[in-house]
């Protein structure tokens, strides 16, 4: 009976500060793509089921990925991405923890583009390394739009690449990050 109450205290707390939920905005259907230039070929993948939360008061910005929703070009690369390189059926997902480090430099009410620096904990595999990256904010009408290119080393992951398929993955990837978010009580 005690967990009902404070269950329902709760909601009543949260739809009392309904105003405060302007402050943080989400995506489920984001857009992750990586890219791998070798030698041998160009390998591309595409995720568009990003989940992703960005809190405007605090500069908190959290994504989750699910690794088997990596689309390819080739069947058979999709099924060596998550069966031999990320090991999918171990870790199932792909996440980042971090904040807006330059938010005092953004204004959400106003339309525009903004620089963003974001530095938080990145994991793949099972392994969280620190990153620092750079990337944009553009707000547009009360969403907010969220873009980065950056670089990821697969050994960092423990991301072993055979040598016969050597000259087929680089050993840095590109990934792109693409999501719109909405505010959370639309």
């Known amino acids: 009976m005690k967990k009902i109450r404070l269950i329902a205290f709760a909601i009543l707390a949260m739809m009392w500060t309904g105003s405060l939920n302007a402050q943080k905005y989400m995506t489920k259907n984001g857009m992750i793509r990586f890219y791998s230039e070798a030698p041998a070929e160009n390998i591309e993948a595409i995720n568009k089921q990003v989940n992703s939360a960005l809190d405007i008061s605090t500069g908190d910005f959290v994504f ?43 204004d959400f009410t106003k339309n525009g583009t903004y620089e963003a620096n974001i530095e938080g904990d990145l994991t793949i595999k099972g392994i969280t390394k620190k990153i620092s990256e750079k ?23 423990d991301i072993k690449i055979p040598r016969a ?16 978010l909405q505010p959370l009580n639309n």
């Open 64 to 106: 989750r990925v699910l690794m088997k929703a990596f689309e390819f070009e080739k069947a058979l690369m999709q099924e060596h991405f998550n069966e031999n390189y990320v090991e999918s059926h171990k870790h199932p997902n792909a996440s980042f923890t971090g904040k807006v480090t330059n938010l005092q430099t953004i």
């Open 165 to 180: 398929v050597v000259s087929n993955i680089a050993e840095k990837i590109e990934v792109t990050v693409d999501i719109s």
């Open 135 to 157: 990337g944009t904010f553009e707000v547009n009408n009360g969403a907010i739009r969220g873009k980065s290119v950056f670089m990821v080393t697969l050994s960092d992951f």
